[in-house]
């Protein structure tokens, strides 16, 4: 009998590094991530999203949350795809990472996001998911830039990217709780990224997935 792997490979893969393991959800865990986010990823009073999801009420919060996890799935295709892992540390769930790209066989350029939950910040793991993503595009899918933001009062994401080796790339006026403000913006290129690995990452279940995301 097929298991959902040989149908979906990329439930196949892992991002594996020295304190964490990145895999793609499912059905059940996708509850207990969208009860983590419930319980508090940021401080009410501000927002680090461009999309102000976690400002929604109880009920249709949980199912935005649910919603996007199964719009990247549903709408993906090897010209634009979105893959939305889990983040464990010690089998716990921890946070989300997602990366994506538009193109990516021709510009082979991916974009990243993330959160984690209010409890396991401050703890070195956000420069740890997103140097697994990176991992994964630079040396999985052979991409030659990543690019990533976040609004000009986040120094924490803002000091993700510069600690593994991201270049400011200018700004520009987003909107955000219905007001203009200023978006940074972030880039790494491959030959950035090879200089300024930030940990060890093993690459699990990737070579099946390569065709499926225009890298084949």
């Not at 991530?33 to 990823?41: E, F, H, K, P, T």
């Not at 010209?79 to 990366?99: K, P, R």
């Not at 000091?159 to 270049?167: F, T």
Request: overall charge negative.
């Amino acid at each position: 009998m097929r298991t959902l792997e040989d149908i979906w490979p990329f439930f196949g893969i892992r991002l594996r590094t020295p304190r964490l393991e990145l895999r793609l959800l499912i059905e059940d865990e996708m509850v207990e991530l969208v009860d983590l986010a419930a319980r508090g990823i940021h401080d009410p009073a501000w927002m680090p999203f461009g999309m102000p999801w976690t400002d929604l009420p109880p009920g249709e919060f949980e199912r935005e949350a649910l919603r996007f996890h199964w719009k990247g799935r549903a709408a993906w295709r090897p010209e634009q795809w979105s893959l939305n892992f889990g983040v464990f540390a010690d089998d716990s769930l921890i946070g989300a990472q997602d990366v994506a790209a538009k193109d990516f066989g021709v510009l082979r350029t991916v974009e990243t996001g993330s959160w984690l939950g209010r409890d396991h910040q401050g703890k070195g793991f956000g420069k740890e998911m997103r140097a697994a993503v990176l991992a994964f595009a630079f040396e999985g899918l052979g991409a030659t830039l990543a690019v990533s933001g976040a609004w000009h009062d986040n120094p924490a994401s803002q000091g993700v990217s510069r600690a593994l080796g991201y270049e400011e790339d200018g700004w520009t006026l987003m909107k955000r709780r219905d007001q203009a403000d200023r978006h940074d913006r972030f880039r790494l290129s491959r030959e950035r990224w090879a200089a300024n690995q930030y940990c060890t990452v093993d690459l699990v279940g990737v070579d099946p997935c390569l065709e499926l995301l225009g890298a084949g």
